[in-house]
């Protein structure tokens, strides 16, 4: 659907995140006929550039990052054609007449902060000094917000200082994807699912999120916030909310976050047997996260499980697995609804023990499966195999689907339509923070040590035997 004619500003438009996701998404929103013609992008940062010089950064961009769209060199020289550049100090004077005046009046403005949070208040008090804030300004805020409840209060409070709710759209990229939607379709858009989504069903829930890479290019940041604080605070926390929350009476922005939040609300503070951290160590000669972060004596954790669970009607006894860490054997998130074995086997004790699996997997390959049992096919007998019923959408919907769109195409273009709801709400993300705040200050005061694991592993032992005791195991991860 196409949209109205908008001004988007970058501001650290010639950052690592700019470039890789940001305009990119933008181009593909472009080929992909969702632009009016009247379009203006504005990359703005500290380097001194002209628009020239910016228009050849961002083609060489393009071509390593949407190889395949910035091939067609008449797009791609449609798409720069609408593309420039201001030098801005964002705590200084320099630059903002300058951007001010290349900016539309009364059109639909969206200021991308795509740089360190230290810069929110700065930018946001200039954006209002140089009339550049209207009823159609918005403001896109990246990850991470705040590093605690408090700085998560306060930040909120700054650009409560300049704008409303309404326009703040703080991004977790992991709501933008295909799946994430999709899993509220599945929910919400059958009859078959809903009436068995509860502890009554459900034996439990696991959420994985392993990632190969390691933490190089953002040592000092991670070394500072570790597993909880960068991945298990937002983006393993809005999983937690789609899966778990009531159905909203409509698709809205506010209606959908209420849900959310009540979710977070709800949540029992976690016990410390129910948690385990974990540090990679370097195995073949490959460096470990200590070695890596130049700290021999970090207690940062690169790997957390843990066991939740939501005081509420519907999923008391029922618990939530997360987990996440980096270096792990595969690149893989996942999230798992298990449910409970069928009450009586009809078919004996050597036909096994099946339970269906509902697998909503958001990377690689996004794609949703229901793991159902089935008789193996030409054996004597009755003897029971689970095959996986697969609800991908790419097949049934035909080629041109093979393709979800990235999540931050979809993220930018909501925030163009003014859309919220993928994006989280300020007091969602202050319950988040103190859910996880106390976790972070029992370890602080503890002295706890995270476990070490190996590069290339599922992580530490005693993330498998958090669920042994449980008498559960993990999915695999690959
Ligand atoms: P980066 O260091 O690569 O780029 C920072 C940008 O900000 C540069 O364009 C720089 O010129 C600009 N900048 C810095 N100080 C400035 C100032 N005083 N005035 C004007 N411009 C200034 O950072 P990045 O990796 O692109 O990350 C940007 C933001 O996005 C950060 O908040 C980061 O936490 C967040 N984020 C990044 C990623 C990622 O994959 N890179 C992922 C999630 C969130």
Known sequence: IPVEPFDLVVFGGTGDL????????????????????????????????????????????????????????AALDRFLSRVGYVPVEAQGDEGWPELAARLSRDRVRAF???????????????IEAHGMASDKTRIVVEKPFGHDLESARALNATLAGHFRERQIYRIDHYLGKETVQNLMAVRFGNMLFEPLWNSQYVDHIQITVAETVGVDGRES????????????????MQLLCLIAMEPPAKFDPDAVRDEKLKVIRALDPVLPHHIVRGQYVGVDGQPGYREVVGNPRSSTESYIALRAHISNWRWAGTPFYLRTGKRLVARSSVINVMFKDAPHSIFGADAGRHANVL??????????????????????GMRLVDVPLDMSFAEALGPENQVSPDAYERLIMDVVRGNQTLFMRGDEVEAAWAWTDPIIAGWESSGDVPKPY???????????????????????IK
């Open 112 to 126: 991308y902060f795509s740089v360190g949070p230290r810069l929110f208040g700065a930018l946001a008090e200039r």
């Open 454 to 476: 190996d590069c290339g592993s599922t992580g530490p032992g005693d993330a498998e035997l958090l669920m042994k005791r449980d008498g559960r195991n993990w999915q695999g």
């Open 221 to 236: 940041y991670y070394d500072r916030a570790g597993a909880m604080r960068d991945m298990v605070q937002n983006h393993l």
């Open 359 to 380: 697998s909503i997997r958001l990377q690689p390959n996004e794609g949703i499966t229901l793991k159902v049992t089935i008789k193996e096919p030409g054996q004597g």
């Open 18 to 73: 700019a470039q890789r996701k940001i305009l990119p998404a933008l181009f593909r929103r472009f080929c992909g006929g969702q632009w009016p013609e009247d379009v203006l992008v504005l990359g703005a940062a500290r380097k001194k550039l002209d628009d020239d010089g910016y228009r050849a950064l961002v083609a060489g961009w393009l071509k390593e990052h949407a190889p395949d769209r910035s091939a067609d060199c």
